[in-house]
Nanobody
Framework: VQLQASGGGLAQAGGSLRLSCTAS????????MAWFRQAPGKEREGVLC????????AYGASVKGRFTISRDNAKNTVYLQMDMLKPEDTAVYYC???????????????????WGQGTLVTVSS
């Protein structure tokens, strides 16, 4: 069972990046899928969280209107499209599969079943 995250890198402020997270060993449409991030010296925070049928989403306050989550069930992959990037978006980004709700979506501390390995996003000013 594995979640493989990719797509991180260096971007300029105002630019875009798309992160991908591909699952193996389980099917993502049986789980809520979420992206989290952790900046140096800060706690992990929820970025975007989507329930298993994509009918509900929870957004981190700082990313609403800029980031979107989507999934391709045929590819067993979830994406995080990040637009209008800001230097404060710099962090290691993690994907996870879990049980939809505040415990999972807020910071992943409860209800997470599987985690990806993290991918670094650096936004320069």
């Amino acid at each position: 069972v594995q979640l493989q995250a990719s797509g991180g890198g260096l971007a300029q402020a105002g630019g875009s990046l798309r992160l991908s997270c591909t699952a193996s060993g389980f099917t993502i449409n049986n789980y809520a899928m979420a992206w989290f991030r952790q900046a140096p010296g800060k706690e992990r925070e929820g970025v975007l969280c989507e329930n298993k049928d994509a009918s509900n989403r929870a957004y981190g306050a700082s990313v609403k209107g800029r980031f979107t989550i989507s999934r391709d069930n045929a590819k067993n992959t979830v994406y995080l499209q990040m637009d209008m990037l800001k230097p404060e978006d710099t962090a290691v980004y993690y994907c996870a599969a879990g049980d939809y709700g505040p415990g999972f979506c807020t910071n992943g501390n409860r209800g997470a079943h599987y985690w990806g390995q993290g991918t670094l996003v650096t936004v320069s000013s």
